[in-house]
């Protein structure tokens, strides 16, 4: 029955008449609707809105909850898109008050205290990466990319250079390109070498000076660090071109080295992946940028900047890109992000990145045995490892074992990616997970891979839905609930 309620739409709940709440009679004169608002503001007929109590609305949605794998729930192994446990303390100083009750609009002079936060957010996220001039304006990770290739091209374009070209290694995320077609240029892609770092010799052949700029995520999706990448950026930059580096990991080597440091000219950060914060669901998200000094002219604005003891947001930049994004950015998200920040200190940001590290290789050790993992005996903070084996001697594929997982209260896996992997599952455990979660994923792992392949193909069998036609759902969602769906949980 619990199923049942979360799945039917409150719609289908409704009957006239019924109501979550009764007003008291008005206590004030009376006057006709026609009076207070102009006729076209007013509709001609009410809203159809479902009429449903209140027992039947908190139900719905206390019952919808529980139909979801969260962080707070479950285990959620997601490689390459960090889903790590956040403290809840952060949630209750970004709630407070004093911060969610101001508004963008206000007076400089009554934000002083927020001002000075996201001026202290700047000054760490630069000492942090190494890059000296930030933006905490983008709204996401690919939203800061494309920031960043805005602020390449506006570089280029004062100094009176023509560059057409992104290059990004075959590994990296589905962004890097997207990112760049958005931002003028044509995205080039540069092989990847069977030990999973960047061919340089396919490098070295498509380097030109039509390149603007080279992608990189280091480490990279494979969970390996690119040693080459200095020699990397020296070649670059040998032909006038940018490095960017894709923050997307940088929960590997917080506090350890420093993209700025490795020849970083740009990146962006993850709040909510290398720090603290909501995730997933669609935002709301952060994607600050950091860059360096020579880039730092055409950031975003506004930029928060202090002069005698007072914070301002500075709009005169004359080669500025402009805004990218309404009011400052998304504030909430950052100020979870300084919260962190802070509590952790230069130590505590260190160790999150070892123990994410040694939490990694832990569960490889105990994954290998029983899939193989091409690409190294030691990892950073994720691995890939492959279930091609499995698929050529029992027919069972990666998306089986990511959704049988599912039936053991374990969230599945990244599965297919990165593409050079073939049936590939992207396993990062993160640093909040104790030995004891780890060893249990591990042990479900292996009795999953024993079980047969029938059963696996037919899985999840404990939700509610099971394998939807992934494409056709997006197009052609089916949102109401019939009694045949108990029986038919594939189509929804």
């Known amino acids: 029955m619990r199923n049942r309620l979360a799945t039917q739409p ?19 004169p009376v006057q006709e609707l026609e009076q207070l608002l102009p006729a076209w503001t007013q509709a001609t007929e009410p809203p159809s809105l479902p009429e449903v109590t209140e027992p039947e609305v908190i139900r719905h949605f206390t019952n919808l909850s529980t139909l979801n794998m969260s962080v707070d729930t479950h285990f959620y192994p997601l490689g390459s898109c960090t889903m790590k446990y956040n403290p809840k ?14 508004h963008p609009y206000q007076p400089e002079d009554t934000i002083q205290g927020m001002l000075q936060l996201l001026y202290e957010l700047q000054e760490m996220l630069a000492e942090i990466s190494g890059l000296p001039a930030v933006s905490l304006q983008p709204a996401a990770g690919a939203h800061g990319e494309l920031t960043a290739l805005m602020v390449a091209g506006a570089h280029f374009r004062e100094s009176g250079e023509i560059r057409t070209k992104v290059l990004a290694p075959d590994s990296s995320h589905g962004t890097n390109p997207a990112s760049a077609r958005m931002a003028g240029f044509e995205s080039v892609m540069i092989k990847s070498s069977d030990a999973g770092f960047v061919d340089m010799d396919d490098l070295r052949s498509k380097l030109d000076e039509q390149v603007a700029v080279f992608m990189i995520t280091n480490p990279n999706t494979l969970g390996i660090f690119d040693r080459q990448v200095s020699e990397i950026s020296d070649l670059v930059h040998k032909f006038g071109g940018l490095i960017y580096l894709d923050g997307a990991n940088m929960n590997a080597i917080l506090g350890v080295t420093r993209p700025g440091d490795f020849g970083a000219d740009m990146m962006h950060f993850n709040p909510h992946k290398t720090f603290s914060g909501p995730h997933g669901g669609g935002g709301p998200g952060a994607g600050p940028i950091c860059v360096n000094e020579a880039l730092g002219a055409y950031l975003p604005v ?23 994004r309404s009011f400052f950015g998304n504030v909430g998200v950052l100020v979870r992000a300084y919260c962190y920040i802070l509590s952790h200190g230069p130590d505590g940001l260190r160790r999150v990145a070892e123990n ?11 994954v290998r045995h029983i899939l193989p993992v091409p690409h190294g005996q030691r990892c950073m903070h994720e691995f890939v490892a492959t279930a091609s084996d499995l698929k050529k001697k029992a027919g069972v594929t990666a998306m089986d074992l990511g959704k049988r997982l599912l039936d053991y209260g374990f969230h599945a896996p990244t599965v297919y990616f990165p593409l050079t992997v073939p049936e ?30 029938d059963l696996l193909h037919e899985t999840p069998h404990s939700t509610y839905t099971s394998r939807p036609d992934e494409v056709t759902a997006a197009r052609k969602p089916q949102l109401k609930w019939s009694p045949t769906s108990d029986s038919d949980k594939t189509n929804h």
């Open 356 to 366: 994410a590290v040694l939490n990694a290789n832990y569960l490889l050790s105990r």
């Open 302 to 324: 506004p930029v928060v900047v202090e002069e005698d003891g007072r914070f301002r947001l500075e709009y005169e930049r004359p080669r500025s890109i402009g805004r990218v």
């Open 10 to 28: 409150l719609f289908d709940l409704s009957k006239p008449g019924r109501r979550g709440a009764r007003l008291p009679k008005c206590d004030v």
């Open 424 to 453: 590939c599952l992207m396993i990062e455990p993160t640093e909040t997970e104790s030995k004891e979660t780890l060893d249990a994923f591990a042990e479900t792992l292996f009795r999953i891979t024993e079980e047969p392949a």
């Open 89 to 102: 303390r952060n949630e209750r100083l970004a709630g407070t008050h004093g911060i969610v009750d101001l």
